[in-house]
């Protein structure tokens, strides 16, 4: 089997492995493996071509691998939605809430609500701060 062969079957791995990995460092080695390809075409010996591939595998992670991680497109902060988004907000307590059961107005709606520390009792018209959401039930902590 001709070196150049083997050489492009190596990029293809390297290229798929890059895939699943999304690191650029095996992109970078599959598109030196493809250049080390085509110095084994134009006839290069074998440690030749070793030394195409040391090079140019060299320079793609030394220089090129870090501009493409400074230069990587930011992913965008995460957005809470549904009951995921209330945790942190601010409520009001419509009726007393125990450790045991309470209402508080939440986001422009009555929820029932728990107090987080059971042994808190929580007046009417106070400001709580929701900390988790146990189904339809707020688990809530008073300002202070």
Request: charged share 15%; hydrophobic share 55%; aromatic share 6%.
């Amino acid at each position: 089997m001709d070196e150049w062969i083997i050489w492009v079957i190596l990029a293809v791995v390297l290229g798929l492995a890059e895939i699943f990995t999304l690191t650029a460092a095996l992109g970078l080695l599959g598109v030196a493996s493809l250049l080390t390809a085509g110095a084994a075409a134009v006839g290069l010996p074998v440690p030749l071509q070793f030394l195409v591939f040391a090079l140019t595998s060299t320079a793609g992670l030394v220089v090129i691998r870090p501009l493409v991680k400074r230069h990587n497109i930011r992913q965008p902060q995460l957005t809470r939605f549904g009951v995921e988004a209330l945790v942190g907000k601010p409520a009001y307590v419509l009726a007393e809430v125990t450790g045991h059961d309470g209402r508080i107005r939440l986001a422009g709606e009555e929820w029932s609500a728990r107090a987080y520390d059971e042994t808190l009792v929580i007046p009417t018209g106070a400001t709580v701060d929701v900390i988790e959401i146990d189904g339809a039930t707020a688990l809530v902590y008073p300002r202070e």
